[in-house]
Every structure is written in structure tokens, then in C-alpha cells.
């Protein structure tokens, strides 16, 4: 499975969209750009749930071939307010974008882009529900990337005890 994860400009305004030429998160399944839901044009439309571009959601088999997307895990969580916000959709189960701003200390323009970096990374994923998109945690590529950091742990682990065995002369 591909997720979609991608930017939409939003031309209109209003209280689910942002202002102006916004972009908005966009949330889709599919191969290559993702058929997106509710791609969002026109007054109110926006932080919606669109067309984005593809990666991949984590195929994890054998040494490093899940590196790409454990690159992109870390580099999404290399942002306190995204773990942030992984945390609080993690108590929540399921939030809007609204009710995270609430939330947090940042602005609700700020959390649906930190909303799409998460998701072009597949740690979340968003459908519509009404005129808001409703995001939820994916847990499969923190499996993968925990999967990838427990080999790199065992091969330290392998690497130190052998240092250890030289060192005490065995």
C-alpha cells in the first residue's frame, strides 16, 4: 500500500481552510500521485484531505531496505511540535486539525502542515468527515523503524561483546 501525502492549493477561505492560495495537507491511497478524497476547491475548502504524492509505507525486508523510510520517520519526528502531535492523537485515538490547535500552542495553518509531513512519512493518515478532515496515528512504520533500530542494537550488542571477550582475554 502507497499513501498519498501531498499538497494541495486551497484558492478560497474559510473556517476549514485556510486563506488564500493555502496548501493543504492531502491524504490519499493509491500508486503514484493517490487518488485523493474530497480534493478541496473553491470558498472553505483546503486543509482537506487531496492528491499528494506517493511513498512508500514501509516495507521491511532484510538489512536496510526500510531505511528510505526509516529516514523519513526520524526526519518527521526530528520536530518536537510533530511528536507532539503524534502524542496527543495517540491519547485521542482520532483529532481534527482544530482540536489539535486547541491543544498546543500553535496555530491551526501550522498543525495541518505538520500534519502532512507526518503523513508523507505514513505516521498518520486522515479522511473526511463532514467539512474537517479527522487524522489517526499508523503504528505499522514505527514498527518498521523499531524493527530496523532492534537489528542495529543487535549488532552492537554482537560487536561490544566480542570487544568485551578480547578485552578480558578469551
Not at 500521485?33 to 492528491?51: D, F, N, W, Y
Not at 491543544?103 to 491551526?108: A, F, G, I, N, Y
Not at 493518515?125 to 542494537?153: K, N, Q
Request: proline fraction near 4%; hydrophobic fraction near 35%.
Amino acid at each position: 500500500m502507497r499513501r498519498g501525502g501531498g499538497v494541495g492549493a486551497s484558492p478560497g477561505g474559510g473556517p476549514d481552510g485556510g486563506g488564500g492560495a493555502g496548501r493543504g495537507s492531502g491524504v490519499g491511497e493509491g500508486s503514484g500521485g493517490g487518488s485523493g478524497v474530497g480534493q478541496g476547491s473553491g470558498p472553505g475548502a483546503g486543509s482537506g484531505v487531496g492528491q499528494g504524492s506517493a511513498s512508500g509505507v514501509g516495507q521491511d525486508s532484510g538489512a536496510g531496505a526500510g531505511s528510505d523510510a526509516v529516514a523519513e520517520v526520524f526526519s518527521a519526528l526530528a520536530d518536537p511540535t510533530r511528536r507532539r502531535i503524534l502524542d496527543a492523537l495517540a491519547a485521542h485515538g482520532e483529532a481534527t486539525a482544530t482540536v489539535l490547535a486547541a491543544e498546543l500552542p500553535v496555530s491551526r495553518q501550522a498543525i495541518v502542515k505538520h500534519l502532512g509531513v507526518l503523513d508523507r512519512a505514513g505516521l498518520v493518515a486522515g479522511h473526511r468527515e463532514g467539512r474537517e478532515a479527522r487524522y489517526r496515528v499508523i503504528p505499522e512504520r514505527l514498527g518498521v523503524t523499531a524493527r530496523w533500530m532492534d537489528r542495529v542494537a543487535a549488532a552492537w550488542d554482537t560487536r561490544l561483546s566480542a570487544i568485551k571477550r578480547l578485552a578480558e582475554g578469551e
